[in-house]
């Protein structure tokens, strides 16, 4: 089994600020790590994802590190704004498994104030 | 492009009612598919996958039952929903085997049992 463990659980940053997620998980046989954005009522979204023959990977305003050697990685916001409150969850890939399982955080709810 | 649709968007159910919710892919085909459930305030609970036609995986022993009766579509099934059964449930698809692929939602169903 693969444990993800994601924190802060809620987040509050003022608009233009920067908004940092952590997750740790324990093994995985596949390097894929994902990022979902969730808006209430609505299905989470693929946001962004890494595959750590990088140690980052920069989409616009979003930001994923990854530390394997701690099986760390994190989502960095900068430049956050009220659009980007919503719930967001990392992901990481089934220890054993060639099925595409993911194990998911908890989540955080992000709130931008304006 | 590939959709996925579910539906109905929302749902009210008395207490032993029989429950069903479809999930229909498009644009792909032999796409893994799974069932998840979400709880107010926390993370995606995977209930069943699917890997092809009448193949199905349980991850968790409850009241519910899936099936794979064509090969995009999924259907998520209860004989007598029980008040626990309330929740937002989520299905998604993955592109074939792997462990590093994404997976993408669709814009779940909210149950609530009366």
């Known amino acids: 089994q693969q444990q993800v463990k994601q924190s802060p659980q809620s987040l509050i940053v003022q608009k233009g600020g920067i908004s940092i997620i952590n997750c740790a998980y324990e093994?995985?046989?596949?390097?894929?790590f994902p990022w979902y954005q969730q808006f209430p009522g609505k299905g989470p979204a693929l946001l962004i994802a890494i595959r750590p023959d990088v140690s980052e990977k920069k989409e616009g305003r979003f930001t994923i590190s990854f530390n394997k050697s701690a099986k760390q990685f994190s989502l960095h916001i900068m430049d956050s704004q009220p659009g980007d409150s919503a719930t967001y969850f990392c992901a990481a890939p089934d220890r054993g498994s060639t099925l595409g399982r993911l194990y998911f955080g908890r989540g955080t709810q992000l709130t931008v104030w304006p | 492009s590939q959709t996925i649709h579910q539906w109905p968007a929302t749902l009210v159910q008395p207490v032993g009612s029989p429950l069903s919710l479809e999930c229909t892919v498009e644009g792909t085909s032999n796409p893994n598919l799974y069932w998840y459930r979400q709880a107010a305030g926390r993370g995606l609970q995977l209930l069943f996958y699917?890997?092809?036609?009448?193949?199905i995986s349980s991850e968790v022993p409850q009241n519910l039952s899936a099936s794979r009766p064509q090969d995009r579509q999924f259907i998520l099934s209860s004989k007598k929903l029980l008040l626990s059964d309330s929740g937002f449930y989520l299905c998604?698809?993955?592109?074939?085997?792997?462990?590093?692929?994404?997976?993408?939602f669709g814009d779940g169903t909210r149950l609530s049992i009366l």
């Open positions: 093994n995985t046989a596949f390097d894929y």
């Open positions: 699917s890997v092809g036609i009448g193949q």
């Open positions: 998604a698809w993955s592109g074939g085997a792997g462990g590093n692929q994404p997976q993408h």
